[in-house]
């Protein structure tokens, strides 16, 4: 079964990778290295939500994530 929101997370954080990478090439390394951290820490957190250890360890991720 897919999960929208895993697999929207997924391409949302391919997107920034790619936007980082013409960021870097534009020498634009601070703002992209900031950018590409917390672009996927999103995707990162929801993924880390959908094994919780209890159903508050789930809501705390999908909040960190929002």
């Not at 079964?1 to 920034?16: E, L, Q, R, W």
């Not at 936007?19 to 951290?37: G, H, T, V, Y």
């Not at 917390?38 to 959908?50: C, L």
């Amino acid at each position: 079964m897919t999960n929208p929101i895993v697999d929207k997370s997924f391409k949302f954080a391919i997107k920034i990778i790619e936007f980082c990478e013409q960021l870097d090439k534009e020498r634009k390394f601070a703002i992209s290295n900031q950018l590409i951290r917390s672009g996927t820490s999103v995707g990162a957190n929801i993924r880390e939500s959908q094994n919780p250890h209890s159903r508050a360890d789930f809501i705390s991720k999908l909040v960190i994530a929002a």
